[in-house]
């Protein structure tokens, strides 16, 4: 992990040399001056997660790198600044104020967990500077606490270019439901605000639509032994456990149910789709199932050469889950950069809020064709973007099986 530490400690922007090398070894912008400005992202980059988090970091890296090298914004170099949150709400925190002290900071990528993202929200709110996250799904991020009976917006500064646990969770229940006719599900979370809001919402929707909860559980993050829980499964006669959280407890419940001699699918949101699951779970991970935004990256004309980068620059971590839609994040700051600098003469404004203050509002305004699709966003911040993916493991790979959007009853 590079972190490039800020060049500036006021709040006017400087110029420096360009032509200098970014860590891929290509040269960016023109030969002359140019202004440089840093991208955030934040992500866990190491420990639980970190196959997400590398490619939510690598996905803004390419975008950043496509912009310098590609002068989409004339007179102006981006550079990356990651840093790693350990999945830990605290640290997320910590960074937020790290990246709102870089001057040269006119936005941020990230994060990958909602848990964090809470604790981040107000901190990029307070010195209005945007925040986008390519991962994170729990609805009261957009929509606010009481989003199922009165949305408000509680950050005018927070976008994200993934859709919400609101569709995906029910549109995991409509395809155990109908899809694969599952009618008894055992429901688990890892009481984490991402697992439990989406394991709430697939359980509701579950049950709408005339299925039947046989038993619901919590595990904590960390742990190992699931003995106990695989008994309650086992008792209770489920066809189906719908586990809410990430692939490092899924991956150990599914081998131990396995091992028991359960032989039910274990579903799962996007927090569960990575190659880390199937490696960590083994033969046991054969038939499970984990919903995922958007559509399978591979099946996407305009990302074709995005993940070919990606395998070329030899990059860690797992693309297909985030890392198209961190590009698509870090692009549309950089797009509110251009736009900025139009409206004013073609000159990025030299003042550092009024330049973060723009960037918001350009990002409110993003309508253009991204990897992964059209890219915008609603009154919430929320993507347009309504995709969702059913993956189930097939000899030893995640295979897309339905794609679509969620029919909310």
């Not at 001056?33 to 490619?55: H, Y």
Request: aromatic share 8%; hydrophobic share 35%.
């Amino acid at each position: 992990m590079v972190i490039l530490t800020s060049v500036l400690t006021t709040g006017a922007l400087t110029l420096t040399a360009c032509g200098s090398r970014d860590d891929s070894g290509d040269k960016g912008g023109d030969s002359g001056s140019s202004t440089t400005l840093t991208i955030g992202v934040d992500a866990p980059l190491s420990g639980e997660n970190s196959t997400t988090g590398l490619g939510i970091q690598y996905g803004a890296q390419i975008a950043v790198d496509d912009a310098n090298k590609n002068n989409w914004v004339p007179g102006v170099k981006f550079q990356l600044k990651a840093l790693d949150d350990k999945a830990q709400p605290a640290t997320g925190q910590s960074n937020a104020t790290n990246i709102v002290g870089d001057k040269t900071a006119v936005g941020a990528v990230g994060p990958l967990n909602s848990g964090v993202a809470q604790t981040m929200q107000q901190v990029f709110a307070s010195a209005n500077m945007v925040q986008i996250s390519p991962a994170n799904t729990n609805p009261e991020l957009t929509q606010g606490k009481n989003w199922q009976t009165d949305k408000k917006r509680p950050f005018k500064t927070y976008f994200r270019t993934a859709t919400t646990d609101e569709l995906q969770g029910s549109f995991a229940a409509g395809y155990a439901f109908n899809g694969l006719k599952k009618k008894k599900a055992f429901v688990v979370d890892d009481k984490q605000t991402y697992g439990a809001g989406l394991a709430k919402i697939f359980a509701e929707q579950y049950k709408k639509l005339g299925g039947k909860v046989v038993g619901t559980d919590h595990v904590n993050t960390g742990d190992k032994d699931f003995g106990s829980l695989v008994t309650k499964i086992k008792n209770s006669g489920a066809d189906l456990l719908y586990y809410g959280g990430q692939y490092d407890e899924s991956a150990l419940i599914t081998k131990q149910l396995k091992d028991a001699g359960v032989k039910i699918p274990l579903f799962g949101g996007d927090g569960m789709f990575a190659s880390t699951y199937i490696e960590a779970a083994g033969k046991s991970s054969e038939g499970d199932l984990a919903t995922a935004i958007g559509v399978p990256a591979d099946t996407l004309p305009a990302a074709k050469q995005f993940i070919q980068t990606y395998k070329d620059k030899g990059y860690k971590g797992d693309y297909g889950a985030y890392g198209a839609y961190a590009y698509d994040a870090t692009t549309a700051i950089i797009k509110a950069v251009k736009a900025a600098a139009d409206a004013n003469g073609g000159k990025v404004p030299s003042d550092i809020n009024d330049l973060r203050s723009k960037v918001v509002d350009g990002v409110q305004k993003s309508d253009f064709e991204g990897l992964t699709g059209k890219i915008s966003f609603d009154q919430y911040g929320d993507t347009t973007n309504k995709q969702l993916t059913v993956y189930q493991v097939e000899k030893g790979a995640w295979k897309a099986v339905e794609t679509g959007t969620a029919d909310l009853q």
